[in-house]
Nanobody
Framework: QVQLVESGGGLVQPGGSLRLSCAASGSWDYYYIGWFRQAPGKEREGVSCISNSDGTYSTIDYLDSVKGRFTISRDNAKNTVYLQMNSLKPEDTANYYC???????????????????WGKGTLVTVSS
């Protein structure tokens, strides 16, 4: 079983940056990790995913709107996955969640119902 705790959210001005962290406890070496977000009144959407490791990690960004701005990374020594978010826009405002499911490679489509373990989320607000 895996427990996930997100942190790093907050209020930031447009154009600013935040780094979200997803700290995991439990045996997570065989899980891939995804970041999701959910804006008010909208469905939860998959943002980025990182595979587990056989020496190297692979990542996928699922939203065209974040490509080139968001970067997912993983530090297994710290049991932490990060989401570096740069050039933030008001439309990035949402609750951000990390989630895990057993498997090595990230899927073609990252969907919430396929994930087994979730954190409680961290709120990101982009506003001037």
């Amino acid at each position: 079983q895996v427990q996930l705790v997100e942190s790093g959210g907050g209020l930031v001005q447009p154009g600013g940056s935040l780094r979200l962290s997803c700290a995991a406890s439990g045996s997570w070496d065989y899980y891939y990790i995804g970041w999701f977000r959910q804006a008010p009144g909208k469905e939860r959407e998959g943002v980025s995913c990182i595979s587990n490791s056989d020496g190297t990690y692979s990542t996928i960004d699922y939203l065209d709107s974040v490509k080139g701005r968001f970067t997912i990374s993983r530090d297994n020594a710290k049991n932490t996955v990060y989401l570096q978010m740069n050039s933030l826009k008001p439309e990035d405002t949402a609750n951000y969640y990390c989630a895990a499911v057993l498997g090595r490679l990230c899927p073609k489509n990252l969907v919430a119902y396929a994930m087994d373990y979730w954190g409680k989320g961290t709120l990101v607000t982009v506003s001037s």
